[in-house]
Every structure is written in structure tokens, then in C-alpha cells.
């Protein structure tokens, strides 16, 4: 009964967390808030946490509720940010809030929450969780617009089980119009945006702070320039697959009035490759081979068709998933979709059921790999 059950939710000092907190208020659980710091200070001098835990702070005071913080930037930057670092110096484009959630909200957090005493933890995310089978399964928010189970793929199944999403249930709009009657301070408070530690901060300036780049051509793939430089890079590190802002390369001469597009990045020769072509094959490849996989169902056995979808914001798309014998699979789309980049998570759903998920290791096929099985399921 919620009257028996110690609830520790993540405040964060936005309008999603706190509506989580007051909806299991309202519902008679026994409710307290835990502030995770974990991130240090910005060029400012003043750490922006510091002003989300006075936001968390007041929410709690309305609702009357107490607040515990933790400070977790130690955990956070041996296991987010330099796997972050890594990887951007390895060629690829991360998704820091995608491993945040599995190494700190779902492992560290919960574990000083357990600590505390919670018998179950919650978060602000939009997502829901469905007890009903035999075994628990990670769906889809209601809100489609807001749904965030993309980045809640990664974490374990059993970690999941004890957690809840109050406003997975409820539309964005109305989360809003909730804090607001309930007197909440922060009912107006915009939305984060941008990688959780970086902000609203210039991307480029600071990856910079801690990752050099070499400087390299700038070459055309296809049409009438293809293999020319056109121009000088500072670094590989600071493009992604797909990428059409920030290259710079107005007025090429004997070029379209067309924007750019990043289609490929030569590590061995600090490469990039550009194309003017929006419909360039490196942009719409059908297969992507990724992995470990991590499964929120059983580990299929076999190929089966599901849909997946290979950034937070892109829809979902049919597709045939292949699991192989060393823990990767291949997953092969109906129809291409848009930039495949190592590094990004593709995310596998059965209509709103969240199926398991698998880091971008390249898009294409899989080079001599095995299949765990010859038979499929069409």
C-alpha cells in the first residue's frame, strides 16, 4: 500500500520531477526528494546546479516533503565523461545522457537511495512500467511528444522494476498546468536542453577544454567536386555523421547554394568528407551493426522483426534484428534511416514496448560475423 511504501524521487529543480513528487504525494506514499550533484562549476564561477537545488529546495517546502542531496560528480566523471571523452577521441558521437541514466540515476543514485531507506525510487522521466505479465516491461511515455524511454534502453531490467514514472501517464502540457495549481515555484521554469553537463554552453569551446584536434582536409564525396579539398578541419572530433551546421564551407567555388552535409570521417587520414547530396548513401544506409546488445526481454535466439529507431527524436522504423554469436546484432531497416552514427544508441520497440537497445558500432553490414542461429522468424 502507498501508505507503507518510502518512495525517493530524483529532484532535479524542473517542473517533470517535481510533478512526479506531488503526484505520489497526493497519492499517500511516503515521499522524499534526493538532489544529485553532478557537475562542478561553470565559466561563471557558480555551479548551475547550486541553483536547481534551490529550486528543488522550494518545491520540496510547498509540498512539504524532505530533501536529501548527494554529490555523485566523482562516479559521474570516471564513468560518463570520460567514456564521453573516449569516445569522441575514438571517432565516435556519444550519448552521455543515455549512459547517465544507466551508471548514475539507475545505479549510484539508486543504491544511496536504498541506503536512505527507499523502498522504491522515481524520476521525472517520461516513460511507464508494466507489472501486469510475468515479468516487467519498459514502455513508451503517453505523451509522444515527450516519451523518453529511448534514453532508459540501457538500463537493467531489474533496476527499472523498482522505479516510478508518475508523469509517464500524462501529456507535457498538463504536467505544467499541475505544478501551476499546485503552487509549485518552478511551474514556468523552462525545459533543459543540450547534453546534461554541457548546457547551453558552446559544444565546440568546450570539448576543447579537454580534447585536442588535429587538423585535416575538408574532401568532396560525389558530384562534380568529388575528392577535392575544399578546405581545412580543426578536428574530427568536433563533427558527426549527418551534421550540416557549424562546417563553415559557404561560397565553395564551382559548388551548388546548397548546404553541407558531414557523410564520413577518415580517422587513418583526418579525413572529412563532406557531399552536397542530402540523399547521400552514407546518410541512408539500411543496416547498422551495434552492440553488446542489452536486453530488457529475454535474449532472443533468433532474427525477429520489431521497429527501431537510431536517435531520440527520429521515428521508429520497421526492421529485421539479427542477434550474433558474440553479443551484437544486425539490424537491417525497411527504409533508411537518417545518419547512422557509431557511438548513438539504436533503441528496439515492439509497438510501445521498449525491447532493449545496443550502442552504433558502424553502419552497414557485419564483416565476417555468425549468426546465433540459421533460422529466423519473418
Known amino acids: 500500500m502507498p501508505a507503507d511504501t518510502r518512495v525517493i524521487v530524483g529532484l532535479s529543480g524542473g517542473v517533470d520531477s517535481s510533478v512526479a513528487a506531488l503526484q505520489l504525494v497526493e497519492a499517500g506514499y511516503q515521499v522524499e526528494g534526493l538532489f ?4 562542478g562549476e561553470d565559466e561563471a564561477g557558480r555551479c548551475q546546479a547550486a541553483d536547481d537545488f534551490d529550486d528543488a529546495a522550494a518545491v520540496c517546502q510547498v509540498l512539504d516533503i524532505p530533501l536529501h542531496r548527494v554529490d555523485f560528480s566523482a562516479e559521474y566523471k570516471t564513468r560518463v565523461f570520460q567514456y564521453f571523452l573516449d569516445s569522441y577521441a575514438a571517432g565516435r558521437t556519444p550519448n552521455p545522457d543515455v549512459l547517465c541514466n544507466r551508471e548514475i540515476k539507475f545505479d549510484a543514485f539508486m543504491h544511496h537511495a536504498e541506503r536512505l531507506g527507499a523502498d522504491l525510487i522515481a524520476t521525472g522521466h517520461y516513460a511507464r512500467m508494466d507489472h501486469t505479465g510475468n515479468t516487467p516491461r519498459l514502455l513508451r511515455g503517453q505523451d509522444p511528444n515527450k516519451d523518453q524511454s529511448y ?3 540501457a538500463v537493467p531490467i531489474t533496476a527499472l522494476a523498482h522505479t516510478l514514472f508518475p508523469v509517464g501517464e500524462i501529456e507535457k502540457s498538463h504536467v505544467r498546468a499541475m505544478a501551476k495549481a499546485a503552487g509549485l515555484p518552478i511551474h ?15 559544444f565546440e569551446g568546450f570539448l576543447r577544454q579537454y580534447l585536442s584536434g588535429r587538423a585535416g582536409p575538408v574532401r568532396v564525396s560525389g558530384g562534380p567536386l568529388d575528392g577535392r579539398v575544399i578546405a581545412e578541419h580543426a578536428g574530427l572530433i568536433y563533427y558527426t555523421i549527418g551534421q550540416r551546421r557549424g562546417l563553415g564551407l559557404g561560397g565553395v567555388a564551382g559548388a551548388a547554394a546548397a548546404p553541407w552535409y558531414v557523410v564520413d570521417k577518415d580517422l587513418t587520414s583526418d579525413t572529412l568528407w563532406v557531399s552536397q547530396d542530402t540523399h547521400h548513401g552514407a546518410l541512408e544506409q539500411t543496416q547498422l551493426v551495434a552492440g553488446p546488445a542489452h536486453w530488457l526481454i529475454e535474449p532472443p535466439a533468433r532474427a525477429f522483426r520489431c521497429e527501431a529507431q537510431v536517435r531520440y527524436r527520429q521515428a521508429a522504423i520497421g526492421c529485421r534484428v539479427t542477434p550474433l554469436a558474440d553479443g551484437r546484432i544486425e539490424v537491417v531497416f525497411d527504409r533508411p534511416p537518417r545518419a547512422i552514427t557509431p557511438g548513438q544508441y539504436v533503441v528496439l520497440y515492439d509497438g510501445t514496448h521498449c525491447l532493449g537497445s545496443a550502442e552504433i ?17 519473418a
Open 36 to 39: 544529485m550533484f553532478n557537475w
Open 361 to 377: 558500432s558502424q553502419a552497414g553490414a557485419a564483416a565476417g560475423a555468425e549468426p546465433t542461429t540459421s533460422e529466423s522468424i
Open 151 to 153: 534514453f532508459l534502453a
Open 188 to 202: 514556468d521554469k523552462p525545459d533543459s536542453t543540450g547534453v546534461c553537463f554541457i548546457g547551453e554552453r558552446d
